[in-house]
């Protein structure tokens, strides 16, 4: 540690309180008394709490400028109370006392934040007020700590506005190639075709397995809503299997390599269902849950797969599919409505076959392009991480203010 500065536990110079969840009775919808906040990663109030029944014995307060640090799982992400507030069991106010700049204890504990996780990412289910008290923090004299939080502040602004202009980039990218999407899928000129779904193509729904059929693990596995997430399949997404046997019992529902697939239900006003997935070689039996619609191509002499794949992601299609959803909070398709949404498509496979690779080539591009920029931000950020880990060690210096 550097000479000057000294090392002490956090409960030692700061004050460490635990949230409490009061009972039923102390809440309302009425906006009357203090923000409750319960403890998600995003710190949202919850509910709000009637003042004339507040005591200190069944509620504890945080107020405008304490620290609030989740307590359960995700530990360790940090935030700082914008107003006066009664904390829930899953937050931790710390409130900083006089020898202690709450800037560079905020700072510390964002620092502390992959201490907590650990370095193999399992996340820790809790730490608690006296876990928290002894976390030993470097402290040196309030006004070098004053120029560390002035030289970070600086640092941070200029690496969080180049992560906001290339997190633009690749909004930029995905934009074009959707727009190249609906250029391609919406030219209806000579030699174009123009016909329902339902003329060219059938539908299979998925099948309503049981859940108390289920067992722990298996080669047969339920293929759910959630492992169709963002039209990219992801059998990791909390699997679900079956006995081997199913395979035989309901190998009507059974998908095979090259199946198209579509989720058919989201949620009212997003657009996290419709997503259409072509399914890739799987070393499990795949079955077809309830809510997802397998599609056939009738003859694949009038239309090719791969460029149906395709035009389902267009966001024209997209924009008539959910205008065809019905519901109140869960938006739901009906595979019948679906059947008589119109599909243009060139009547020579070979033109097909083209705008496929032409598309493919896009996409890979615009993947590429995607995987720089991104690298690029985890970069900023690990610089971001050096900083603090060179803030905490005494060897910061104004240079940085040139990052």
């Keep these: 540690m550097k000479e000057g500065w000294l090392e002490k536990e956090i409960g030692d110079i700061a004050l460490v309180i635990a949230g409490q969840s009061p009972k039923g009775i102390f809440y309302n919808d009425k906006g009357l008394g203090v923000p409750f906040y319960q403890g998600k990663k995003e710190f949202t109030d919850k509910f709000i709490g009637e003042p004339t029944k507040w005591t200190t014995s069944v509620t504890k307060e945080a107020v405008e400028g304490d620290i609030l640090m989740s307590v359960r799982a995700p530990v360790g992400p940090v935030n700082f109370a914008t107003q006066n507030i009664c904390i829930g069991r899953g937050l931790a106010a710390i409130r900083s006392k006089e020898e202690l700049n709450k800037d560079y204890l905020f700072n510390f504990l964002q620092f502390q934040e992959s201490q907590l996780i650990g370095s193999s990412g399992a996340v820790f289910n809790s730490i608690n007020k006296s876990q928290i008290s002894k976390i030993k923090i470097p402290v040196p004299p309030l006004e070098v700590q004053q120029q560390i939080v002035q030289i ?47 003329d060219i193509c059938y539908v299979l729904n998925g099948y309503a397995f049981k859940s108390k059929e289920a067992i722990e693990k298996s080669s047969t596995q339920l293929l759910r809503m959630g492992n169709l997430y963002k039209n990219v399949l992801d059998l990791n997404r909390k699997p679900v299997f079956y006995p081997d046997s199913f395979g035989v019992v309901y190998k009507e529902y059974l998908l095979k390599e090259g199946d198209l697939i579509m989720s058919l239900t989201g949620t009212v006003d997003k657009t996290d269902y419709g997503y259409t997935v072509k399914v890739p070689p799987s070393k499990v039996n795949l079955l077809l849950n309830q809510r997802i619609m397998k599609i056939e191509i009738n003859d694949s002499n009038v239309l090719i797969k791969d460029y149906l794949k395709n035009y389902l992601l267009s966001p024209d299609f997209l924009k008539r599919l959910y205008a065809t959803a019905s519901g109140t909070r869960q938006a739901n398709l009906s595979s019948k409505k679906i059947l008589d949404l119109k599909i243009f498509y060139p009547s020579k496979i070979e033109e097909q076959l083209e705008i496929v690779e032409n598309l493919k080539n896009l996409r890979n591009c615009s993947n590429l392009l995607r995987k720089q920029y991104s690298k690029k931000i985890e970069n900023l950020n690990n610089l971001k991480k050096s900083l603090l880990e060179k803030a905490f060690k005494g060897e910061l210096t104004k240079e940085v203010e040139t990052v």
């Design 152 to 198: 970070l502040d600086q640092a941070f602004e200029k690496i969080d506005r180049a992560i906001a202009n290339i997190e633009q980039n690749i909004k930029n990218a995905e934009e074009s190639f959707q727009a190249k999407l609906n250029e391609v899928f919406s030219q209806k000129g000579d030699g174009w075709e123009e016909d329902k779904l339902g």
